[in-house]
């Protein structure tokens, strides 16, 4: 019962986008004022509204379900457990742990055993998880089509990852509609002008306003980015991430007439097919081998009738994929543990590099989508689009799915594809954090903020901190559309200046903007303030550090995964505060943008208000709050203890107890770095101890390689663009030179056989037709002058005749 209330509740808030999408489009467009009328907008707002009342209120009833908030409550467990956690951290910093104190007290590993737990609601307490109860739910809500053993379906998967996503996106995407309402409503005209596009006569130009368009296409990524949340199987998580990928195009390419605008759309939807070819790579290997695309198992009257794919890869005691001895291939399992068997009677397994070739292949989706190296360059571009837009898509959305989608698919990572995870997410979140250091563009900053953000979450993922990286993902979500709003709300009161070099002293002028975006600054620069009242981005980034470096403790050749991202947290701290300094605090730069500026209208501001207290306060308590116990309640099940090095030289990956001991000093080192990047700030930009512009004269060389992206899309012209562009040219030669050559001169000559048929059929056959015609006609003519209508002169010529045909009868027949 309360699996498909569930259900239902989220299909609803599902479904509800796309009911605002059907209608903007369809009946908005044919009202005669729909260009002036805001009615589209309150009808997104209004579906994507409910859609959170709906999540939320499937929020209430899992966490009920789930006996989540009483005294006897599962997050109540966990959470004496982790304070147990962090009681022994703090006296054991080598990790060592009173193995007998803690089986006593510490959770089992059953208490996260979760993970595979079906539609079947008889399962309660079936894993001894103590006081929770069924938090999974999983099953099919419409067949579409079956080949052989193929069924493509669009399922649900339900659990705390699910249900959390939900409740964020839905939130967020309406403080975004909202505020897009006031940011948008330049295109509520009849005739908008474009002053950055250039007609040919010097003017600029005029097009209709895209008003209602807009929020229609909005609607649209809302419900693809919800349907991937919801998604039970990876094809039909497969067919929304590309749906949001075709939102995101038209999004970005809002501006379509700007070259710039329809250059950035199309570069993201390339770069992002790249990623796209990896993962039908990953889809193809899974389907093969496992032969299914479902997460959760299929049951048909409470009994298991097909595997998910989460059951089917069994781990044993140490945390290790369940291997065949002989052979060394992956077992494929049911959800007990037992080895299935295919129509031989043989053990079914897949090999161990293929497996590794499936994760390699999701992840390379996830790449693509969440921009990480080495395909992190179509994201600052996408600055095109509406603020609006970016703070969708940077925040809550789009790049979102890259790291959920990973976090999603966790169980089937092998220790290598984690580790590869892990060093993607260090070279992103390093060089991304370089480059803002330069940027000037306020909606840059925050573009290369939000990749190397996203690289602290792969990262978290990668070094075993499932729920690290996953919590990041929720403050994140939070801050960078806070700051995004603000940014959006800077631009709208400079009139659309977006260079931090001509604002500063903003403070004055909008103090609800500029103290808005303070919190967000804080929040993602991980301030700690007393009482518990840190800033999400403390808890989060704390977290993942101290991820990284139980996973280094563990695996020492490793030790930048844990180097990097500590001086990366100074880096974030430093460009943050500089943009914030640059354009609310000091003296104005341009007087005429300062003159001008104003504060944005109570529709902009109030979603500002309203994220405001969630990127500050959304991870109270941090791995003891709420939030991440409610998110990790269905963690993967092999994460409390970790897993040991299968051979020698291998990878171990870190358990929660090996965290938690060193949880304290990852802690105080990303402070202590975080401070020194906000007092480096403050003296450059605030006191202005340092001349500025003397310092970039200076470090030039350095400055140039930042400011021109570390030259990653000179190299990506060089590789790719260029000789892309030298094949076309060489391809367009071939087609001019040679197929235009042989075309045109069988079109010539067909021309020239077409003028000798004219002339043999105009003068030959026409003219004999012509002639035999004329002769006939002259000689019928000749004979008019013996047809005189004279009976005297027709008797004469038949006498005349008849006499000269006796004459030849008696001359031929004498006798």
């Not at 609607?219 to 980015?225: A, G, H, I, K, Q």
């Not at 071939?734 to 079109?747: G, N, P, Q, R, T």
């Amino acid at each position: 019962m309360v699996g498909e209330t569930l259900k239902y509740l989220l299909m609803t808030a599902w479904l509800l986008p796309l009911l605002g999408f059907a209608v903007e489009i369809f009946l908005g467009y044919k009202k005669n004022d729909a260009r002036r009328s805001k009615l589209g907008a309150w009808i997104a707002v209004g579906c994507i509204g409910t859609g959170f009342v709906c999540s939320a209120a499937a929020l209430v009833i899992w966490s009920n379900a789930s006996n989540a908030w009483g005294e006897d409550g599962w997050i109540t467990q966990q959470k004496n457990a982790a304070h147990h956690d962090g009681h022994d951290g703090d006296h054991d910093a080598d990790g060592a742990h009173d193995d007998e104190h803690h089986s006593s007290t510490s959770p089992s590993r059953a208490d996260f055993l979760l993970a595979s737990v079906t539609a079947d609601e008889h399962g309660e307490d079936e894993h001894g998880s103590g006081g929770k109860g069924q938090t999974v739910y999983s099953g099919t809500i419409y067949t579409l089509a079956t080949f052989g053993s193929l069924t493509l379906s669009i399922d649900y998967y339900i659990d705390s990852l699910t249900i959390v996503m939900f409740a964020m996106v839905t939130l967020i995407a309406t403080c975004i509609h909202l505020f897009a309402m006031g940011y948008m409503s330049d295109e509520l005209t009849e005739q908008y002008v474009d002053h950055h596009v250039h007609m040919s006569d010097g003017s600029h130009l005029h097009r209709p306003g895209r008003f209602y368009r807009f929020f229609a296409f909005l609607s649209l990524f809302c419900f693809s980015m919800l349907g991937l949340v919801l998604a039970g199987n990876i094809f039909q998580v497969f067919i929304f991430w590309e749906l949001v990928g075709i939102c995101s195009f038209l999004l970005i390419g809002f501006y379509t007439e700007r070259k710039s605008a329809s250059n950035a759309a199309n570069k993201a939807f390339i770069m992002n097919r790249v990623g796209d070819f990896g993962f039908l790579i990953g889809l193809m290997v899974l389907w093969t081998f496992f032969g299914t695309f479902r997460f959760g198992d299929t049951t048909v009257e409470g009994e298991v009738a097909e595997q998910g794919l989460f059951s089917m890869v069994h781990r044993d005691d140490t945390g290790n994929l369940m291997q065949d001895d002989i052979t060394g291939e992956i077992l494929i399992t049911d959800n007990h543990g037992h080895t299935l068997q295919d129509e031989q009677g043989q053990s079914r397994t897949i090999p161990y590099f293929l497996l590794v070739v499936a994760g390699l292949g999701v992840f390379a989706g996830c790449v693509g989508k969440s921009a990480q190296f080495p395909l992190q360059t179509w994201l600052p571009d996408a600055m095109e689009g509406p603020t609006p837009v970016s703070a969708l898509v940077h925040s809550a959305t789009m790049v979102a799915a890259g790291v959920y989608l990973t976090g999603r698919f966790f169980p089937m990572f092998t220790q290598e594809v984690l580790l590869v995870i892990a060093y993607t997410g260090c070279i992103t979140l390093f060089v991304a954090a370089t480059i803002a250091v330069v940027a000037t563009d306020i909606k840059k900053v925050l573009a290369y903020s939000t990749i190397s953000q996203l690289g602290y979450m792969m990262l978290g993922l990668g070094v075993f901190g499932w729920g690290a990286g996953l919590l990041h993902l929720i403050t994140h979500a939070f801050f960078k559309s806070l700051m995004f709003l603000c940014s959006g709300s800077v631009i709208h009161g400079c009139h659309h200046e977006q260079e931090m070099p001509k604002m500063g002293g903003l403070l004055k002028k909008m103090p609800i903007t500029a103290i808005t975006m303070l919190i967000g600054v804080l929040a993602i620069a991980g301030f700690w303030l007393p009482f518990g009242l840190q800033f999400s981005g403390y808890h989060s980034k704390d977290a993942i550090v101290a991820s990284a470096l139980a996973f280094t403790k563990a695996n020492p050749a490793h030790f930048l995964l844990f180097f990097m991202p500590l001086i990366t947290a100074g880096i974030t701290a430093f460009y943050m505060f500089r943009l914030w300094f640059m354009t609310f605090w000091g003296k104005p730069r341009d007087q005429h943008v300062y003159d001008h500026a104003h504060e944005s209208p109570w529709i902009m501001t109030v979603p500002l208000l309203i994220l405001a207290p969630f990127a500050w306060l959304c991870a109270y308590g941090g791995e003891s709050g709420n939030l991440y116990l409610m998110l990790t309640g269905d963690a993967p099940t092999h994460l409390h203890d970790g897993v040991v090095a299968a051979t020698a030289g291998g990878l171990t990956m870190p358990s929660h107890e090996a965290i938690h001991a060193v949880h304290g000093t990852a802690g105080l080192w990303a402070l202590v770095s975080a401070s020194a990047g906000i007092l480096i700030a403050a003296l450059l930009y605030a006191c202005n101890v340092v001349n500025l512009d003397d310092m970039k004269r200076n470090l030039s060389g350095v400055h140039g390689f930042l400011s021109n992206k570390w030259h990653f899309d000179d190299l990506y012209d060089a590789l790719f663009v260029n000789p892309a562009h030298k094949v076309g040219a060489f391809c367009a030669w071939i087609d001019k030179a040679i197929f235009d050559a042989i075309l045109h001169s069988l079109a010539k000559l067909t021309v020239l056989i077409s003028k000798w048929d004219r002339m043999f059929d105009e003068n030959v056959i026409d003219g004999f037709v012509n002639l035999m015609a004329s002769a006939t006609h002259s000689f019928g003519t000749s004979l008019k002058h013996v047809q005189t209508g004279r009976l005297r002169q027709y008797v004469m010529f038949i006498v005349l005749g008849v006499v000269a045909l006796f004459a030849v009868l008696f001359t031929t027949f004498p006798n």
